[in-house]
């Protein structure tokens, strides 16, 4: 596709992108929030379940499947980006820092770029390329310590986050290929939550054993007077419709519908700045301080995303 020229596509995938990452970025407030009455299982699996029943009402018709084989695709994705990428990070969270796991997921764009040149035969590794991630990656690391966090390593955190980036990168390869078949994207996204859920079912099992009910990252409460008195509380309702259907349902079909119109790496690039809305927004609503180190690495983290994104542009024959 030539992106130059079919400008509408262009621009509408820019909004789109823009709106997903503007949306990652402030997902942790809600987040924050609801695991003072829920566990991270319980969050992620009704984050997606509420994406999955939205999508329906969004689109209320049953998705026909051009070939069996494609369901592999959409398993694919739904294990990878969202049962394997969220789950993993969100035990990270746990083990490491925040920083920590802002800054390695952040690298995703480099793995998404891997994988496409692997399996896609796309040509992304380029000098420009490698230095702007240099850059944003440095810019990152500002921003998330931002004056306050000291670096710590934390082995098993750490790895756990790498493994969501890797994740995500592979992710982006199914994604690429549903998008090539020409599937609607709300439907298609509905399926790949399909295939999300199903994939938890197995955690589910192992979080409502009675020796895991009081764990805070597996648990999964069977107590009736406990749920009831936490669906009670409007707020963990607002949160959870937000996560579920602004992060997931409609961020994830924006992200596929960006992925088609701008292509997957160009789209991954803008996960550059997931941190630095996360510390601006933090700022306005959580009154945390933005810092000379915070500010440095905002710019740094948008000269590199530039610098990146930025294609040769072809030559004209004379």
Known sequence: MNYYKNKPLTVSGLIMAGLCIFIWGITFVSTKYLLKSFTSFEILLGRFVTAY???????????????????????GAGFFGVTCYQFLENIAIHYST??????????????????????????????RFCLGFVIAIFGIALVSFNGTAVLKLNPKGDLLALGATISWGFYSVFVS????????????????????????LPLVIIGLRPELRGDMLFGIAADPELNIRRLHNPLNWLNMLFLGFAASAFCFA?????????????????IY???????VFAYFTLHEPITLMGTVGTALTIAGLLISAQRRQPRIKQ
């Open 53 to 75: 029943a939205g999508l329906w009402l969004l689109y209320p018709r049953p998705m026909r499947m051009l070939l069996l084989r494609h369901e592999f695709l959409f398993l």
């Open 98 to 127: 925040a920083s920590n796991v802002s800054i390695i997921v952040s690298i995703t764009p480099i793995f998404t770029a891997l994988t496409a040149q692997l399996f896609l035969k796309e040509k992304h590794i380029t000098p």
């Open 177 to 200: 290929r549903i998008n090539a078949l020409g599937y609607k994207t709300l439907p298609a996204t509905r399926r790949i939550f399909f295939y999300a859920v199903l994939c938890m």
């Open 254 to 270: 924006a992200w596929s519908f960006a992925c088609h119109a701008l292509g997957t790496v160009r789209v991954t690039i803008g």
């Open 273 to 279: 700045l997931v941190p630095v809305i996360t510390v």
